[in-house]
């Protein structure tokens, strides 16, 4: 996992091509003038940004891990906090759905974190995250997701 302000992208250059064009969507990118349900493929299906209008909840239901691709979150229009844990967390049996990339579990072995607007998270294959989350009141959060292909 990677936790940073936008401001630095240009410091985790080189870990892949599809995480580098993904950081540099976000760091030459003004996000706060992408609407909701902007789509972008950056590389086809190997990189694509999503610009997502979602709502926050106070407690994760489920993580979700991938196996394909890494997740990149920003929030754009407030911070937002995560949940995260290693897959060994992951019960034996887990269903993963190779086509969606997307598996879901239950775990108590959690760590929270809070994403600033401004800032982003990287997420690995290996770092399961149940996003939207806050400790406040439940609201919206506009936010950009980005995909890439590991």
């Known amino acids: ?17 599809e995480l580098d064009a993904a950081l540099r969507f976000l760091g030459e990118t003004s996000l706060e003038l992408l609407e909701p349900g902007t789509e972008v493929a950056l590389d086809g299906h190997r990189v694509y940004a999503m610009v997502k209008e979602l709502s926050t ?18 929030p754009v229009s407030g911070p937002e906090e995560m949940a995260l844990c290693g897959l060994e967390a992951r019960p034996e049996g887990t269903i993963f759905d190779t086509e969606r990339d997307f598996g879901l579990f239950r775990s108590s072995a959690v760590n929270r974190i809070v994403i600033p607007a401004g800032w982003f998270c990287v997420c690995f294959p290996q770092d399961a995250h ?21």
Do not use: F
Request: negative net charge; contains cysteine; aromatic residues 8%.
């Open 1 to 17: 996992m990677i936790l940073d302000s936008i401001e630095n992208w240009r410091a985790y250059l080189g870990i892949s091509p």
């Open 57 to 74: 909840k106070r407690e994760p239901d489920e993580l979700e891990y991938h196996q394909a691709y890494l997740d990149v979150h920003a």
């Open 130 to 150: 149940a996003p939207c989350l806050t400790s406040g009141e439940p609201g919206p959060l506009r936010k950009l997701i980005v995909k890439a292909a590991v």
